[in-house]
Every structure is written in C-alpha cells, then in structure tokens.
C-alpha cells in the first residue's frame, strides 16, 4: 500500500478552505493507502500561542479530522508534539537546508511581512515539515495549493541528503486538488481564505452556525454584473463563490452557471448558504458525537503509538547514515 501524510496546524478555525483543501481529501485515501495524519502542534509554535488555547484547538482540530470521516481504525491519527523524531530530524533537515532557500519561501515572506520580530522557528518552519513527512516513507502528501512550495522543498531536501548520505528517504510528491486547492476570502478574492485573518467575515468556519453561514455569504463580497458565470479573471468573488458551490454539491461549475442563467446574485447566494449548511450539518453532528463519546484521548494514543514506531526505524536509519550516535536506540529509547 502506497504511504499518504498530511498535517493541519492547531491554530485558529478550521474553515471550508482546510476541508476542501485537506479534510475531506484525507478521507478519501483511507482504503487504499496507508495514512498517517498529524496535527501540528510544533508548527502552531512558529507564532505565539496561549497556552490554554492551544490545548483546546489540538482537541478540537483532531475531533474535526474524525468528524469530516476519518475512520480511526483505518488510518494513524497522532499529534506532533507526541513523536520526539519530528523535532529531531527536523533538527537534522534544518542543517541540510540553506539560509537561501529558506528565505525564498513565500510562506514566510507573507507570515513575516511588516512584523517587527519573527521566532526563529518560523523561518526554519519547512525543514520540520520536511521532517514530518519523511519519517513515515511518504508517497503522496495531499495539501493544498499553499503547501506546495513546502512539499517541493521537503524533496530537494530528500535528494540531497540522499546524494550526500547515501539512499536514505522516499521522495514524496505534493497531490493538489484540481479544484478547492485555493479557496480564497470572502471578503478578498485576492488573498487565500486563512485562519490567521482577523475578520471572521472572510471564512466560514466549520464550527458556523446556520444564521452565522446565512449571514457570511449575504455580507461575501461580489463583483459588478448580475449575470452567475465563471469568469476569474473578472469575477474573481463570483469565482470563488461558483467553486464553493461547486464542491459542496459535487457538481460542475458549468452544470451551477446553468443553473442560474437568467436569475441574479441574490437567488444564488441564498442557495449557496442552504448547500454550504447541508454540507456542515454532517460534519458537525460527528465533530458533537466524537466529543462527547470521550474516545479521542485513547485514538490519540494509539496513533501516536503507531507513529513512534514507523519514525523511529526510519530516524534510526537517517542518524546511522549521517554518522551520528545510536547509542540510545531511537526505536527502544534506550542503550
Ligand atoms: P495549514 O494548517 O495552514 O492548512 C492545512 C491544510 O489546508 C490547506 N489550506 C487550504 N486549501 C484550500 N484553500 C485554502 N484557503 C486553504 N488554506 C489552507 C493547506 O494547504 C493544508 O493542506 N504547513 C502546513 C501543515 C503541515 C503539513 C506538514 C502539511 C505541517 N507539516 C506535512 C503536509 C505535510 C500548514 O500550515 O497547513
């Protein structure tokens, strides 16, 4: 069975841009592939996070990840956090990739962009997610369009280390969605749809109530005309609109213009919240149901236990190779 890794940062929402993007995507690898998928929880700490908080979004974003339908027993469910080898070969890939290429990642460009001092960990951020994906002998690593530049880092990473070493890492390739790769604001069709925006009225979050969705797509913002079409390049917020339609009914684009040939703006956006709610209303009932069933600490455990076991064998295998001690057996943890 062909190895998929995916991983969603505890910070913030998880809005319709993580479901389409990642989410539900996930679920649909969990029969044929062998999944491993991991909430950052070290990734969050790029950025300052309070505490209480933190613990609260790792629950939440991990009951989210069943509640969109991954099965427990089917794929590894772990936090980051929970497998030392994450921070240790990210240690490692951080000494393997350059200063130069770092800078060049857009991510950080746009993270950093105006602040006045930004944690070391947010720039050396894509040699962790390197790390990351590694570990478990990836094949395939579905994100969306934003991680891309991180996936493809992560298999420059891989080569050369493998050119310098020895073979040592499977190179992964990134899998991005022809559609939902991008969602983008409801308030700005230029800018993607983020957790970190500080205007709730640009992302529907999962956690949105009917009235909340009602009124987030009433306020979404829209271009001149009247005319439902899909046209980009001029109507970039309509764009983005018909995509989410499009993917909340799992229907084309062109079959939703046809749709509303003749009927305006107004009838549109009112559907569009009804299929975005229908969508949620699923989502929502197993996110209330995993969360009061109490299982998550336990499928936690067992993912985590899991995970430690497929890293360690390959950290094992990345530390030999480098020439570094083995002393302490990073499979047994002990001499
Ligand atoms: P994060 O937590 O920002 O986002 C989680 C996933 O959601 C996708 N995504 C979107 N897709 C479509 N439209 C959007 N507006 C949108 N916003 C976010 C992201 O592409 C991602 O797939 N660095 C990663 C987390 C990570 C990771 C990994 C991912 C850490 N290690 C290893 C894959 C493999 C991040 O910050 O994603």
């Not at 998928?37 to 974003?61: G, M, N, W």
């Not at 590694?134 to 298999?155: A, S, W």
Request: charged residues 25%; aromatic residues 10%.
């Amino acid at each position: 069975m062909k190895r998929v890794f995916s991983g969603v940062q505890p910070s913030g929402v998880i809005h319709l841009g993580n479901y389409f993007g990642a989410l539900k995507r996930f679920v649909d690898f969990q029969d044929e592939h062998e999944c491993f998928y991991c909430i950052v929880d070290y990734h969050a700490i790029t950025v300052y996070q309070d505490p209480k908080e933190l613990s609260r979004q790792i629950e939440d974003t991990a009951l989210y990840f069943l509640a969109a339908g991954l099965d427990p027993q089917k794929v590894t469910l772990f936090v980051q956090s929970d497998v030392p080898c994450h921070a240790e070969l990210g240690w490692m890939l951080q000494c393997i990739a350059t200063f130069g290429e770092l800078s060049r990642m857009t991510q950080f460009k746009e993270k950093s962009e105006g602040k006045e001092t930004v944690s070391g960990g947010l720039f050396t951020y894509p040699a962790l997610m390197a790390a990351d994906i590694l570990l478990y002998d990836t094949d395939y690593v579905p994100v969306g369009e934003d991680q891309k530049q991180h996936v493809e880092l992560c298999r420059d990473l891989a080569e050369r280390f493998n050119s310098r070493y020895g073979p040592t890492f499977k190179v992964p390739e990134p899998l991005i969605p022809e559609y939902g790769a991008r969602i983008k604001s409801l308030q700005d069709p230029t800018k993607k749809m983020s957790k970190s925006d500080p205007n709730p009225l640009s992302y529907i979050s999962l956690a949105d109530s009917k009235d909340e969705v009602a009124r987030k797509i009433r306020r979404a913002v829209t271009d001149s005309g009247r005319e439902v079409v899909y046209r980009p390049d001029e109507k970039p917020a309509l764009a983005n609109l018909l995509s989410i339609y499009s993917l909340c009914v799992n229907k084309p684009i062109s079959e939703i213009e046809e749709m509303y040939r003749g009927r305006g703006y107004a009838d549109f956006k009112k559907d569009l919240a009804d299929v975005i709610i229908q969508t949620l209303e699923p989502v929502q009932k197993r996110y209330s149901e995993y969360k009061q069933s109490g299982v998550l600490k336990d499928i936690l455990s067992n993912g985590a236990k899991r995970a430690n076991e497929v890293s360690s064998a390959v950290l094992k295998r990345a530390k030999e190779a480098m020439g570094l001690s083995t002393l302490i057996d990073p499979v047994k943890r002990t001499i």
